[in-house]
């Protein structure tokens, strides 16, 4: 049984946010705490717009990991022990990353 603070968080979240908003919580972008405080006394638009630019940035955040991790992968798999190698590739990869 959940107490009664997370079920009146839910219901207020319910209430006063926007369906993307709600879907955020659900895909875990964004945790319910923070949306009460942050999202739900906004204007739909509004919550909207912050949404959007939350959801793109954690996108590209998510991408620059994925970029990072198979770059530390390949010389940690070949045996390579060049770490000034390595930093070049991170450069390079990671400033292509963001274009």
């Known amino acids: 049984m959940r107490p009664e603070w997370f079920r009146k968080r839910a219901g207020r979240l319910r209430r006063?946010?926007?369906?993307?908003v709600l879907t955020?919580?659900?895909?875990g972008y964004l945790s319910p705490s923070w949306a009460d405080k942050l999202y739900r006394k906004l204007p739909?638009?509004?919550q909207r717009e912050r949404i959007?630019?939350?959801?793109?940035?954690k996108d590209r955040?998510?991408?620059r990991c994925r970029v990072v991790v198979e770059i530390l992968r390949r010389p940690v798999e070949a045996g390579a022990t060049d770490l000034h190698l390595l930093r070049q590739d991170l450069t390079s990869?990671?400033?292509?990353?963001d274009s």
Do not use: N, Y
Request: charged share 25%.
């Open 16 to 20: 006063g946010c926007v369906p993307e």
């Open 24 to 27: 955020a919580i659900e895909q």
């Open 44 to 46: 739909a638009d509004e």
């Open 52 to 57: 959007t630019a939350l959801l793109t940035r």
């Open 61 to 63: 955040e998510r991408v």
């Open 93 to 97: 990869a990671l400033s292509s990353a």
